[in-house]
């Protein structure tokens, strides 16, 4: 379950984070950034919104699931489902995070506006986000739920 909760925790900050992050007067409202520039930032908000219902759906889609008692085949095959939703789940909460880390690399990237201050100012929380997707699948694998 503590997997589970990490996974939901990272779907929450996708949900949150690029929203209020970007729609703001540093992003969408900045009147230096040209069109352009503000669609790839509604591009960021409107990925980090789908990869984040899609991280919650496969996160707790299993729980929803017919609980009665299967037959040891079902049984097994219902272990693979749950076992491929929180791989998926980690992937989807990941891709985003990832992302970001990996934007700077790009020639004449930078983490923020030179007018807004220097550095990365994201990337800790890039790299927790990417963190807990990883470990909240971890956790599950590994029957994370018996810790909570």
Known sequence: MLG???LT???VALLLGAPLADYNH???????WPPHAKFHAGQTI?????????TLYYTWRSS?????????????????????????????????????LLAVLYPGAE??????????????????????????WALERKGGSALM
């Open 111 to 136: 983490g923020i506006d030179p007018e807004f201050g220097t550095g990365f100012p994201q990337g800790p929380g890039f790299a927790v986000g990417a963190m807990a997707a990883v470990l909240g």
């Open 26 to 32: 540093t992003h969408i409202f900045n009147p230096r």
């Open 64 to 100: 929803f699931s017919d609980r009665s008692t299967p037959t040891p085949l079902v049984a097994q095959f219902r272990r693979r489902a749950e076992e491929d939703s929180l791989r998926t789940a980690a992937f989807l909460g990941s891709i985003y995070w990832l992302a970001g």
């Open 9 to 11: 925790l990272d779907a």
């Open 4 to 6: 589970k909760i990490l």
């Open 46 to 54: 409107t990925l980090s919104l789908i990869l984040s219902l899609a």
